[in-house]
């Protein structure tokens, strides 16, 4: 069993930074690509940012220059440092990852921007 496990959500102010973890547990063995991905009231959920497990990254248009994503594979953990928040970034942000061949999602934190 695998658990994708989010921290690092809150309640920020316009400009502000924040930055998300996932941690992977359980039985990984393979832990190939990792990314976020977020969902806005009333908006279907939309991908943020990927990396795969050679650290290639790619980033929704929104965000880049924005936002990093990285990743320890030590820890198996993956991260999103979110810079210059706007209000429009606030959704619940989900953590996904793909283990061996099987995907996985967080249960999702919340990112709050206020103007």
Known sequence: QVQLVESGGGLVQAGGSLRLSCAASGSVFRLNAMGWYRQAPSKQRELVATITSGGITTYAASVKGR?????????????????????????????????????????????????
């Not at 993956?78 to 099987?102: F, G, H, W």
């Open 67 to 115: 936002f990093t994503i990285s990743r320890d594979n030590a820890k198996n953990t993956v991260y999103l440092q979110m810079n210059s928040l706007k209000p429009e970034d606030t959704a619940v942000y989900y953590c996904r990852a793909i283990i061996s061949q099987y995907d996985y999602w967080g249960q999702g934190t919340q990112v709050t921007v206020s103007s």
